[in-house]
């Protein structure tokens, strides 16, 4: 039969123009029961192809090839395993369906790359499934209830348009590269009903593009997210079972395709005229994506995983070797991944001298699944250690870095990077995404140093990695005196604790040949060392101030703010204009043993802080006084110059001094919101004012009064304007790493828009300068002539 013959024609996109070609004349139609049939038949006499009837009918519903779909999974004499897609990675032998589905049966799954970043919406619980002790392609994802789902497919949209979009590309030549996808059971902790569907494993970039091109030039990546949500969940509430009533999947795919129908009479109208609009496009486009489906996986003999986590191992194999080999994911992702599939792997291998049950545990605790309030009951022993994200820590590299674990999880990491050898250094660098998960939205300025002082060793010193306990204590100066009588247990204590401080302040960084000629201030160092040195020799027992630096830090250290001592001057500055300078300050200072508190202070009584030279200093004062042998004091000569300049501690107080200048002196007029409840009238309420002001009518009423009117509302937007701003630097820290609070492309538009509005603001002020400015005789002159 004749094909029809596909369009191409130019769309406006925001501001350019797109060629669009290979536009299909008609959508393709929905599988229908029979159709649905036909797959799930050729599934289940598949024997390769192990999987449940739902979720051969959850792949049917979102093929539109279903008869092609049926070929490639029926079994023949002649291929006993159909004609599916094989490809052998570590450990399984994957098959896969290739077709063309739904855009709208398709789920984002869980991103790798994400691993290392904060999200507010936490990650479902996976779970593998099996049947009959043999591996089945699909995973199990538990969310908390039905708006939990709806809340993370939002988020994985909107950070990933935030972060990336191909919608022009997708626009012009659709998705032309294959998704990776598989089946899912989405399953509920409040009891609603589990349900079966299809997510996408890789390309969800590609996926979230299709979604921002079909909701148009003008639509942010929140609208998209928005747009994706409403139409793959509808407004079906999560509920438990009820007898007689439909499954929540039925209602669910029911409404999908109600959806789909609405966009086909859309697009037959569209593209019926002479020159098809710019929506005929972008439904045309997006209405089916190629995927990639994998339905069948078998493990290869003598791997040793567990039978329901080798599909999930098998997955990500695949897109490690596509995003190491082809588009990598950044180096902190690759790390992640790294470190928490070679834990999972010796927890099945069980070749370690720990208990499986113990090592699930860290596990959970080291990608997040155990809230850090929630670990301390989780720790054998009599006294249970504080609840706080650096107690987590130190049980985290505890754990991980036991001599009867360590080799296990080194030897795992190798097989899955590929590589020769690691050393201790190689294993610190998997160990820093994971230790900072707690703080990393809260530190995220300095999160590169600090993972950068993990690559160069981190807090595994020689003792760490040896046998010891974690001493529990609410007060870690109290473990000062046992660690100078050499107790191995309060001395590697205080190294991790003190040692992770240090490293999260940006106060012990991956010092290079720079830092040795940079300023004390400016993160300068006395002499080189590698960072698991200079904690090493901190927690020395001989070493008293060292020690005593690495308590001071451990006990001062919060996970919800940075210190004074890590952020530039420009940060600080930026901080106290918004108001994201905490209540309480906090800041880490200099130790000092022959002062009561061992807090070093300037003449003036005001503690020292703390900088990267003095814990350098503090590791080995010895080799610092070589490299830097005291100076002969100076003598200032009688009646100079520079006479009664430079007393001794001056550099404590420069400062609280320059911050007290920059509160005094950068304050914004109005700033502080004191001009009454007018200046801090909310965005609502201006909206309202302004559309009511634009309804008066402008005839009866004098200009004075109108233009009066229209002052107030353009100094209320402006106002309410600042207050936004100023709750987005706010609520910077809790949006986290994943997405930026305000889109790139949106701050491009502000600030045109604000550019403009500058310009006419300085346009009319010169003006009335002008005018005030004229000399008495020329106005007199000019309102003769007028008259």
Request: charged share 20%; with cysteine; aromatic share 4%.
């Amino acid at each position: 039969m004749p094909v029809p013959a596909p369009r191409s024609f130019t769309v406006q996109w925001g501001s350019e123009s797109v060629l669009v070609s290979n536009v299909e004349p008609e959508l393709p139609s929905t599988s229908g029961d029979a159709d649905i049939t036909k797959v799930v038949e050729a599934g289940t006499a598949n024997p390769a192809a192990l999987l449940p009837e739902a979720a051969w009918q959850a792949i049917a519903r979102a093929t539109t090839g279903p008869d092609g779909l049926a070929v490639q999974i029926r079994p023949t004499p002649e291929e006993p395993s159909g004609l599916l897609m094989v490809e052998n990675v570590d450990g399984a032998t994957l098959r896969s369906a290739v077709t063309r589905v739904h855009l709208s049966e398709l789920l984002p799954g869980i991103q790798p790359r994400t691993g290392m970043e904060v999200m507010e919406i936490p990650d479902p619980q996976v779970q593998g499934i099996t049947d009959g002790g043999r591996p089945c392609a699909i995973i199990r994802y538990r969310y908390r209830d039905m708006g939990h789902l709806r809340d993370h497919v939002w988020q994985t949209v909107h950070g990933t348009l935030s972060l990336n979009s191909y919608a022009p590309s997708v626009l012009a030549r659709k998705v032309t590269r294959n998704l990776i996808a598989h089946p899912v059971e989405i399953a509920f902790e409040d009891g609603t009903e589990s349900f079966h569907a299809l997510v996408v494993r890789d390309g969800i970039t590609r996926l979230a593009s299709a979604w921002a091109v079909l909701a148009g030039p003008g639509a942010d990546a929140a609208e998209a997210a928005a747009l994706t949500v409403d139409s793959l969940f509808g407004k079906i509430p999560g509920q438990a079972p009820t007898p007689g009533a439909s499954p929540i999947g039925q209602r669910l795919a029911a409404g999908r395709e109600k959806w789909r129908r609405t966009l086909r009479e859309e697009f037959t109208q569209e593209i019926a005229g002479e020159e098809p609009a710019t929506r005929a496009a972008q439904i045309a486009q997006t209405y089916v994506l190629p995927a990639q489906i994998a339905v069948g996986v078998e493990g290869h003999p003598g791997h040793l995983l567990a039978a329901e986590d080798i599909f999930d191992d098998a997955i990500r194999s695949v897109l490690a070797s596509v995003h190491v080999e082809f588009k990598q994911w950044d180096t902190a992702a690759q790390n992640v991944e790294v470190a928490t599939r070679a834990l999972k792997r010796v927890i099945q291998l069980g070749d370690a001298e720990v208990p499986k049950g113990d090592l699930q545990v860290v596990y959970g605790l080291a990608v997040g699944r155990i809230p850090v309030a929630e670990f301390p009951a989780l720790v054998p022993g009599d006294i249970p250690p504080p609840d706080t994200a650096l107690w987590r820590s130190v049980y985290l590299v505890y754990w991980l870095t036991r001599p009867e674990l360590l080799e296990h999880l080194k030897d795992q990491a190798k097989a899955i990077k590929g590589g020769k050898r690691m050393g201790l250094k190689g294993f610190a660098e998997l160990l820093g995404p994971l230790i900072d998960l707690p703080w990393r939205s809260h530190k995220k300025q300095v999160t590169t140093q600090a993972r950068n002082a993990w690559n160069n060793g981190g807090v595994l010193t020689s003792d760490v990695v040896q046998e010891w306990t974690p001493r529990p204590t609410e007060d870690f100066t109290t473990l000062v005196a046992p660690a100078l009588t050499g107790d191995i247990d309060a001395r590697c204590t205080l190294a991790v604790a003190g040692g992770v401080a240090l490293i999260a302040d940006k106060l012990l960084t991956r010092n290079v040949g720079s830092a040795l000629m940079a300023a004390k201030d400016k993160g300068g160092v006395p002499f080189r060392a590698d960072v698991n040195q200079v904690v090493e020799d901190l927690s020395q027992p001989h070493n008293e101030l060292g020690l005593w630096t690495l308590a001071l830090a451990a006990n001062r250290f919060r996970s919800d703010a940075l210190p004074e001592n890590a952020v530039t001057a420009r940060q600080l500055i930026r901080q106290e204009k918004t108001g994201g300078v905490a209540d309480a300050p906090y800041a880490h200072f200099k130790a000092d043993l022959n002062s009561p508190d061992q807090t070093e202070r300037d003449t003036d009584g005001v503690p020292v802080m703390l900088h990267q030279w003095d814990v350098v200093w503090a590791s080995n004062p010895e080799r610092a006084v070589k490299a830097h042998p005291p100076k002969p004091p100076f003598i200032p000569v009688p009646f100079g110059p520079a006479s009664g300049t430079g007393t001794p501690g001056g550099t404590g107080t420069g400062t609280g001094t320059s911050r007290g200048a920059v509160e005094a002196g950068t304050r914004a007029p109005g700033a502080d919101g004191g001009g009454g409840s007018d200046e801090t009238a909310p965005a609502e309420s201006l909206v309202t004012a302004a559309g009511s002001t634009a309804g008066v009518e402008d005839g009866p009423r004098p200009a004075s009064q109108r233009a009066a009117e229209h002052r107030h509302v353009l100094r209320q937007s402006v106002t309410a304007a600042r207050d936004s701003l100023d709750q987005l630097h706010l609520l910077e820290p809790e949006v986290g790493g994943h997405t930026p609070i305000i889109p790139l492309s949106v701050l491009d538009d502000l600030h045109k828009v604000l550019i403009g509005l500058q310009t006419d603001v300085e346009n009319l002020r010169r003006k009335i300068t002008q005018d005030d400015d004229q000399p008495l005789e020329r106005k007199e002159a000019q309102e003769e002539v007028e008259v």
